[in-house]
């Protein structure tokens, strides 16, 4: 269940990205997934999460009604649609996957959103 990040690049404020993570396996229908970032300097902070079957959803503050979680689980990937992006939405995102005890992180892709 390796997950590997697409999407991320150089945006300017208000603008749009989608970042998509694919991970292998049969069992990744079964994990709980979520995306994270780091910034500069600062902790890895949870952005938005989504459970086994999509059925519960979660955002950090900082992003209610501007980013959007959602997953495939036939293919095999999940996704973040990022709206109105602001500057300080720039960091190194991660894709991370829960099954059970064991977590499973991707290597993290950049966005930039510039002013």
């Known amino acids: 269940v390796q997950p590997v990040e697409s999407g991320g690049g150089l945006v300017q404020a208000g603008g749009s990205l989608r970042l998509s993570c694919a991970a292998s396996?049969?069992?990744?229908?079964?994990?709980?997934m979520g995306w994270y970032r780091q910034a500069p300097g600062k902790q890895r902070e949870l952005v938005a999460g989504?459970?086994?079957?999509?059925?519960?959803?979660n955002y950090a503050d900082s992003v209610k009604d501007r980013f959007t979680i959602s997953r495939d689980n036939a293919k095999n990937e999940m996704y973040l649609q990022m709206n109105s992006l602001k500057p300080e939405d720039t960091a190194v995102y991660y894709c991370?996957?829960?099954?059970?005890?064991?977590?499973?992180w991707g290597q993290g892709t950049q966005v930039t959103v510039s002013s």
């Open positions: 989504i459970t086994s079957r999509g059925g519960n959803i």
């Open positions: 396996g049969r069992i990744f229908r079964f994990a709980v």
């Open positions: 991370k996957a829960d099954l059970g005890v064991l977590s499973y």
